[in-house]
């Protein structure tokens, strides 16, 4: 990936860089500061040696660790670092992290999405704090003529017992970037770990709670201009005409044009999504001009009509055509029905699973649907760009870097070595921001407008002009023998634009026969990652069939569940099982203990279990419920864990917890709707998303403990709280619910 | 032109007098802590104080700020020295952390008024902020924590 890039001048610069305050990203704890030496306006100073892309040490013996993955409130920033200075053996208090620029030759991948970036960054990380500290090693030895075998380390020391010589890292770090990078290095035993493993702070926290500027909205550039975009008010419309005049009278406002993000036949990306293709665009000089500015246009829409769109593909571009249908979301749902009934694609057989329907006893049939979802982050959609003809800087909240600059590339015809892109702190993510098209768009009015321009995106921008979270639903069918025994299972699921369906997700590898097919509805509607993509609607729809199934078969649904998994363990049946029974069968098994699932509390609350696997880690949720004057309200929940070793434990805790409060406030109160293609919920007061008074009183969290490499966090969690939410609620009810949102209305109270 | 007392110091200010407080402080005066959320009084992220009272910056007119004492998020203390800046920094609070300035502002004006909140006072006083994240638990744990600090001074 972009070999090119390997040794850009950004590289060079960085081997010596001043550090002089104009690092928007550093983060000096309090005592690494105070040991730093000062110029005359009190900025800190330092000559930094690198030693990798990752660490740099200053002869003071500061010690940077760079983050490669944006930040987006998973924490990042503390945990990917702790990671390298668990191996470079550096005291932690004394480090300082900063934000890593867009290299993925220098810091990986640097994707933040897909709870992936502890996976991803597990190893690479571990050998460049390791890699790090031998070379430390190896100047110390060559220095003081000793073997390194004789050398040990401690707080970013060199020490030599025999001889009484030590020496900081700081001092070395010079000596060291010049030996050629050792490859092998002896990684630590997990056991002896002290910085992984231990609780460490949020390093951005102080930052954070004193309005410091960090996010992308918050970014200042000389000479910027903020702009802002209107685009058409509906799905499948675009504009026909437009007269600025009144907007181009408005105080502080310099131009009102249009910019057209692709030209005919650009093969687009996964992620180049292709909402509107033609924007109206307002530049001026404040935020609140160019708001008001806005509001003067006189525009005229006209339906876009079907488009033809090119896709790049691993085996050539190929045309998709988006149907031009200004959509509603009583036809939506219609449209669902239709399709549900036609065949559908097969994902995965195993076994005769026709033959077990027609010889069954008993068949048990259920529909789930679920809406649009929003991503609402709290910072919306913005980014800086300053564009020229011979180069781009582009600052601001993102994902995926490296998946926006290819396209960048090509729009701009500039080489990848002149877009550099800064990932500023985001204001939630949830795989909103793996769509760079708002850099796409603020690079084009940038080159347009000549000059460095902010845009944002209004809350009403962000939530009408979305990449949303599909409209799933999924038909799921139970055969049962005369002994209530499950001989086959079937699931059928469809979507706008498209179907939620894991064919290799449990319970398959558990029923002897098994399918799973599925079916997509062409749409204009613009969709991508949602927190958990599928898995947040599976998680819901599945564990609540299994709830139903394992009340029909007379069975405790913890129970129910862990016999599959046994047989899934076991005799598994078929190929490509996703996941491990033995794991899957273990947060289930924890979460049952600490809920006391039987025992006294199981009384006081209406209460529902589910557990789920997605993003290579296992959660399962007991969620205690109750109804005050019809409202659903979550009392507390128990979740059990696993995700391998625990980086930083209460970081995991209070993204668990956040996991656990999305997930009850997307399933109560999350839906987006249509009407005429015009988003109906345009801001909070009619998108309606969880408040603290809606929140558990407590969330118990347990982690597996063992010393599997450590997977995500982020996702895991979130789905299995809709399907559990949706059982405690059934409890309550004695109703079930299959459709989501599930409490936008009242609900009547019966126990069960 | 227009005056405005922020966080002890006085600002002059051009622009229109219904320009909204939040967008003078972050695009006028350079005070970014403040921060736009929905700009129709719905999600909390812009609350600061003036004279004393929580107020959402993002539907207050500059005009209605002249000749009153405006705190923000960076006045609040020196050096994240208000009891609730440090229970929030104890308990880890934030995620993304961009709503965490406005939760603080709105629980500083809560825990003026009532020495020691129950959840329910919390729930209140709260409900109007909003936090995608979902740190709710850490934000009700916090107040109380920070009430304990003050209670002990």
């Known amino acids: 990936m972009e070999k090119h890039k390997t040794d850009n001048s950004r590289r060079t610069f960085l081997k010596t860089s001043l550090l002089a305050g104009g690092g928007l990203m550093i983060h000096f704890s309090g005592l690494a500061k105070l040991a730093l030496p000062h110029n005359d306006d009190g900025v800190p100073v330092v000559q930094w040696t690198e030693i990798n892309g990752y660490v740099k040490i200053s002869p003071e013996n500061i010690v940077t660790i760079i983050c490669p993955n944006p930040e987006f409130g998973q924490n990042v920033m503390t945990s990917l670092p702790m990671i390298v200075a668990e191996e470079l053996g550096v005291d932690w208090k004394k480090v300082v992290v900063e934000m890593g620029p867009h290299d993925n030759v220098k810091l990986g991948p640097q994707f933040t999405g897909g709870s992936n970036s502890m996976r991803m960054y597990w190893k690479p990380l571990r050998e460049a704090g390791a890699t790090a500290r031998n070379m430390l090693m190896l100047a110390a030895a060559e220095t003081w003529s000793v073997p390194v075998e004789e050398l040990t380390t401690k707080a970013g020391v060199v020490y030599h017992d025999k001889s009484g010589k030590n020496a900081t890292y700081g001092e070395l770090a010079a000596k060291a970037s010049g030996i050629p990078v050792p490859k092998g290095v002896k990684l630590k035993d997990v056991k002896d770990f002290n910085v992984v493993r231990s609780s460490r702070k949020n390093v951005e926290g102080a930052k954070l709670v004193s309005g410091k500027p960090l996010f992308g909205l918050d970014y200042q550039h000389e000479g910027m201009l903020i702009a802002m975009i209107q685009h058409p008010p509906a799905f499948g419309m675009t504009h026909k005409s437009f007269d600025a005049s009144a907007a181009l009278k408005m105080p502080g406002i310099k131009d009102v044009f249009t910019i057209k993000l692709y030209e005919e036949g650009f093969e687009q990306g996964g992620f180049d999504v292709r909402t509107f293709n033609d924007l109206i665009v307002v530049v001026g000089k404040t935020t609140w001009e160019v708001m008001n500015a806005r509001k003067k246009l006189i525009v005229e829409w006209m339906p876009v009509g079907d488009v033809k769109n090119t896709m790049a593909g691993r085996d050539g571009k190929r045309e998709v055509v988006i149907p031009g249908e200004l959509e509603n979301t009583t036809t939506q749902l219609q449209k669902m029905l239709e399709y549900a009934k036609k065949p559908a694609q097969q994902l995965r057989k195993d076994g005769d699973p026709e033959t077990a329907f027609k010889n069954a006893a008993e068949i048990i049939e259920r529909t789930y649907n679920a809406p649009f979802l929003a991503h609402n982050c709290m910072e919306p959609m913005n980014f800086f760009a300053h564009v020229t003809d011979e180069k781009a800087l582009l600052v601001g909240p993102l994902q995926a870097p490296g998946w926006i600059e290819p396209t960048l590339t090509k729009i701009l015809k500039l080489p990848a070595d002149k877009i550099e892109i800064q990932m500023t702190r985001m204001g939630g993510g949830f795989g909103r921001r793996a769509y760079g098209h708002y850099l796409v768009e603020a690079a084009l009015i940038s080159k347009k407008a000549k000059a460095p321009v902010k845009l944002i995106y209004s809350r009403e921008d962000d939530s009408t002009y979305g990449i949303y979270r599909p409209m799933y639903t999924a038909t799921y069918r139970a055969a049962l023998d005369s002994n209530k025994n499950l001989i086959a299972f079937h699931v059928k699921g469809g979507g706008i634009p498209e179907h939620a369906i894991h064919a290799n997700r449990f319970p398959a590898g558990a029923v002897d026969n098994y399918l799973a097919e599925s079916w997509e509805i062409p749409s204009n509607i613009t969709v991508g990652a949602f927190r958990a993509p599928r898995s947040n609607f599976n998680a819901a729809a599945e564990q609540c069939f299994l709830d139903e199934l394992a009340e029909a078969m007379g069975k405790d649904p913890i129970d129910f569940r862990l016999e599959l998994l046994k047989k899934a363990k076991e005799n598994p049946v078929g190929k490509n099982n996703e996941y491990d029974a033995e794991r899957y069968a273990g947060v289930l098994e924890l979460v049952r203990d600490k809920s006391g699932w039987n025992g006294a509390e199981h009384k006081k609350y209406s209460r529902g279990v589910a557990a789920y696997f997605c993003h290579n880690s296992y959660a399962a949720h007991v969620v205690d419920l109750t109804l005050k004057d019809g409202h659903p309200y979550v009392e507390q929940v128990f979740s059990a864990i696993d995700c391998g070793i625990v980086i930083n434990p209460d970081a995991a805790i209070n993204m668990i917890q956040g996991a656990v409060v999305d997930g009850i406030g997307n399933s109560l109160y999350g839906g987006l709707t249509h009407k005429n293609g015009v988003v109906a919920e345009n801001n909070f007061h009619s998108y309606r998303v969880i408040r603290i008074q809606e929140a558990p009183r407590k969330i118990d969290i347990s982690f597996v403990q063992n010393d599997i490499d450590p997977t995500g966090l982020g996702e895991p969690p979130f789905p299995p709280v809709f399907g559990a939410v949706a059982n405690a609620l059934y409890k309550a009810s004695g109703k079930r619910h299959y459709q989501q949102p599930f409490a936008l209305s009242k609900i009547e109270a019966s126990s069960i | ?153």
């Open chain 2, 1 to 153: 032109m227009i005056t405005l007392n922020i966080n002890k110091k006085n600002y002059k200010v051009e622009a229109d007098p219904n320009t909204p407080l939040l967008w003078v402080l972050r695009d006028h005066i350079g005070l970014v802590g403040t921060k736009y959320g929905c700009g129709v009084a719905q999600c909390g992220a812009c609350v600061v104080h003036l004279d004393g009272e929580a107020v959402r910056s993002c539907v207050t007119k500059i005009s209605r700020a002249q000749g009153k004492n405006v705190v923000t998020i960076e006045g609040l203390s020196e050096n994240n020295s208000h009891p609730l800046q440090k229970a929030w920094l104890e308990l880890d609070v934030s995620q993304c952390g961009y709503c965490q300035a406005g939760q603080i502002m709105s629980a500083a004006v809560l825990l003026r008024e009532k020495k020691d909140p129950t959840d329910q006072d919390i729930n209140d006083a709260m409900a109007g902020n909003i936090c995608r994240c979902g740190t709710y638990l850490r934000i009700r744990e916090a107040i109380h924590l920070a009430a304990q600090e003050s209670s002990t001074k």
